[in-house]
């Protein structure tokens, strides 16, 4: 029994001098299944590069379109041509057509008969065109010899006399004639024979025309005490005719 024992202890003391000779055995790391990792985030693929535009080519293009002008003013009136001055002279072409006489004529006489006004305007350009008398300054003289057709003195609408011609008084009212264009003619032929010493190129209609000193008076204003007494004779025409040109030629909003 006693040996026993000794064994034991001599076998006791051995093993803990191995032991300690050959120290603790090494511990490894815990590997962790690859099942239980953490799963890593996928990488995201990167967007593609869009390469840009040079700016400089995008400011070429600007700078290449045309500049659109300006828009006019759709509002705006348009610009109006200047009221012809009133003739000075007796002779010369008249600027008036015949509607434009008719319509002068009418606004201020909207009792006279249209279309013996429309006729009248008619002789007056063509009679005067055939001598080369300004039919403006005729027709303006009617109108300030007849009143616009009103009459009311010495002459009358039955005479056809639309410049009192030999109109005088009442013991000598006035000439004449059988009919209205023969009428202008006389008027024509006298306002030619103050103007000119030209002869007529039509055949004589006014008895009064040898009495003209020819050519005294080749503007508006030698009419004034030789056609008639009244020494603003001229002004008065010349007023009709700033008003018929008015009409004519300007316009409401002048």
């Not at 064994?7 to 962790?32: A, N």
């Not at 616009?148 to 009192?164: A, K």
Request: glycine fraction near 8%; include cysteine; aromatic fraction near 10%.
């Amino acid at each position: 029994m006693g040996q026993r024992i000794l064994f034991f202890c001599i076998l006791f003391l051995f093993s803990g001098i191995f032991f300690t000779c050959t120290g603790s055995p090494p511990v490894r790391e815990t590997e962790v299944p690859a099942s239980l990792e953490p799963p890593q985030p996928a990488e995201r693929p990167e967007p593609p590069q869009v390469a840009e535009k040079p700016k400089t080519a995008e400011v070429s293009r600007i700078s290449e379109r045309p500049e659109t002008p300006p828009q006019a003013d759709s509002a705006a009136p348009p610009e109006l041509p200047p009221i012809p001055p009133v003739p000075e002279y007796i002779m010369g072409k008249g600027l008036t057509t015949q509607e434009q006489l008719v319509s002068f004529f009418l606004s201020v006489n909207a009792e006279a008969v249209a279309p013996f006004v429309r006729n009248l305007a008619a002789f007056y350009i063509e009679e005067a065109a055939i001598e080369g008398v300004n039919h403006d300054v005729a027709f303006a003289q009617m109108c300030l010899e007849t009143g616009f057709l009103r009459y009311g003195n010495l002459v009358t609408p039955d005479m056809n006399n639309f410049s009192g011609l030999g109109a005088i008084g009442p013991e000598q009212p006035g000439l004449s004639f059988p009919d209205p264009r023969t009428g202008v003619r006389a008027q024509i032929q006298h306002l030619k024979g103050y103007a000119t010493d030209t002869p007529l190129k039509q055949e004589l209609v006014d008895p009064r025309y040898r009495w003209i000193r020819y050519g005294s008076a080749p503007a508006i204003t030698g009419l004034a005490g030789t056609w008639a007494a009244d020494r603003q004779y001229a002004v008065k025409i010349s007023k009709i005719l700033e008003r018929l040109y008015a009409f004519a030629f300007g316009s409401p909003t002048r």
